[in-house]
């Protein structure tokens, strides 16, 4: 059983920075993509990062190209989400997220994410 395990969040002024981070256990993921997700109040859950079981290849929603960076460290069985210049529209909990590739897809399409952190929540005011 794999359980994922959310830390970083917190509450920060609008253009600060947090780094959220996911710790697996139960399994090694190294096999798995990861992501983060998040959901604002009273919106529906988004995809915010995903990034591949080597590292490679990265896949950043529109709304945070450019702020925020994913990555991984399969020795230590975590995920990072770098989040820079953050805004009120940031704010919202934020879920780590993996699974197994679906072979028969491409990337980024071949992610299924079937594992769930319990979230972590971000807010951003002045």
């Known amino acids: 059983q794999v359980q994922l395990v959310e830390s970083g969040g917190g509450s920060v002024q609008p253009g600060g920075s947090l780094r959220l981070s996911c710790a697996a256990s139960?399994?090694?993921?190294?096999?798995?993509?990861m992501g983060w997700f998040r959901q604002a109040p009273g919106k529906e859950r988004e995809g915010v990062a995903r990034i591949s079981p080597g590292g490679s290849l990265t896949l950043y929603a529109d709304s945070v190209k450019g702020r925020f960076t994913i990555s991984r460290d399969n020795f230590k069985n975590t995920v990072f989400l770098q989040m820079n210049s953050l805004t009120p529209e940031d704010t919202a909990i934020y879920y780590c997220?993996?699974?197994?590739?679906?072979?028969?897809?491409?990337?980024?399409?071949?992610?299924?994410?079937?594992?769930w952190g319990q979230g972590t929540q971000v807010a951003v005011s002045s």
């Open positions: 997220a993996a699974g197994p590739r679906d072979w028969g897809r491409r990337w980024p399409d071949q992610c299924t994410f079937t594992y």
């Open positions: 139960g399994n090694s993921l190294n096999t798995n993509c």
